[in-house]
């Protein structure tokens, strides 16, 4: 395999690294230098979302009739990189990477004509509905209610760890509208407006002290069966399409990026011998996982990868924890200076606030490590556990 970029790629990296130096302002840089998951600061993302917008650039990955860019698969894999080298946040995946692919795969033209122009803009900015408190990775146990009345469902139940949700103006839910056959027959795939009546959205604080996620109850909503995305009761191969594309994805341009960050940073910590070696092992990882992505990309020329997204989930999210642990151990006493705040009485955790220079007792890398650790523990259990994407891959790849 051949991992040489040619000229007319080459060419395509220095035009968009002068467009990030151009655009990305110290504001927005940032913000996307200090997130510690890959939720950035809401308000700097959207300001960044709008920047690429007016380039073009907001979604490369759709369909050019739909606003999409006519790259190629290396195109896509250097504006990444070079995005996550410069400090670019990223943006909010609900809309733009994930429902927006459902939506042009299974709405009607009308739905389409509606709701892609204004999530490319900002316009209309999606929360996921998926996991409620009993039904998390067997996601296909849900129970939120909806019940038909003439045009409208009404709905009752919640939703859980359901991030943006307090800044989001729509939610795409999985919701039960029958009970006969087997539990995947009964569901619904239902896009609802945030602002309808019934609708309260709690805060869930971390224990990083940080504020992304919440639960959503919803008491006798009436939502318009016009919002339904495919058929009614036929919501759960539109809800598996789009876990291909939240799974999927490619994770090694920024764990190389951070790799970078750790060398830089932590130059007089790497003379450790076991420090160095373990960064490069991981480093050596990253680059196998790094062709691996290009070899699928490349196969399914930027579509859905199928079950193979599963494995990409695994390797990707393993490999990032295991980054963080050893982020964490790099950072030292400094590190550990910025451990998050314990829960005080009351159940209060004061937010995590970075030093306004950056700075303080230790860099930016350390008093981020001990909050970036935290966030990646759970990359191995949102999207479908890891332990569930190992079952997917047994049954679909290796028909066990």
């Known amino acids: 395999m051949d991992m040489d970029w040619t000229q007319a790629e080459l060419a395509f990296r220095d035009e968009v690294r002068a467009f990030l130096a151009d655009k990305l302002t ?7 230098t200090l997130a510690t998951s890959v939720y950035p600061d809401h308000e700097a993302s959207m300001a960044w979302q709008h920047i690429l917008h007016a380039r073009g650039w907001a979604a490369p990955h759709w369909p050019v009739e739909h606003g999409g860019c006519d790259w190629s698969v290396a195109q896509h894999y250097i504006f990444n990189r070079e995005r996550i080298a410069a400090g670019a946040p990223s943006l909010s995946p609900m809309g733009i990477h994930m429902v927006a692919h459902v939506i042009i795969r299974f709405g009607t033209p009308e739905q389409k004509a509606w709701f892609l122009p204004r999530i490319l803009t900002g316009e209309v900015f999606f929360c996921q509905g998926y996991s409620e408190p009993g039904a998390g990775s067997d996601l296909a146990s849900l129970q939120m209610r909806a019940e038909p009345d003439g045009d409208d469902f009404i709905l009752d139940g919640s939703k859980i760890w359901t991030t943006h949700a307090t800044e989001a103006n729509w939610i795409f839910c999985l919701v039960r509208t029958s009970k006969q056959g087997r539990p995947q027959q009964g569901i619904t795939f239902l896009l609802v407006p945030m602002d309808l009546p019934g609708i309260e959205v709690r805060p869930i604080l971390m224990t990083s002290g940080e504020h992304v996620q919440n639960q959503v109850f919803f008491d006798n909503v009436r939502a318009p069966r016009a919002n339904v995305l495919g058929e009614v009761d036929a919501g759960w191969s539109v809800a598996k399409y789009l876990l291909e594309f939240e799974r999927g994805g490619a994770y090694a341009p920024a764990l190389q990026v951070r790799v970078s960050e750790i060398e830089a940073a932590a130059a007089e910590r790497l003379a450790d011998s076991v420090l160095a070696t373990r960064l490069a092992e991981l480093r050596i990882r990253i680059d196998v996982l790094e062709m691996m992505e290009l070899r699928l990309l490349s196969a399914s020329e930027g579509a859905s990868v199928g079950a193979l997204a599963s494995m990409m989930k695994i390797l990707g999210t393993e490999l990032a924890q295991d980054l963080a642990a050893l982020h964490l151990e790099a950072a030292g006493a400094q590190g550990l200076a910025y451990q998050p705040h314990v829960v005080m009485p009351g ?13 303080a007792t230790g860099a930016p890398w350390q008093a981020l490590a001990p909050l970036r650790y935290l966030n990646e523990r759970a990359g191995s259990i949102y999207a479908g556990s890891n332990e569930i994407q190992r079952n997917i891959l047994a049954k679909a790849v290796l028909g066990l």
């Open 347 to 359: 159940g209060a955790i004061p937010a995590y606030t970075p030093p306004a220079d950056g700075h």
């Open 26 to 32: 110290p504001e927005i840089r940032r913000a996307g």
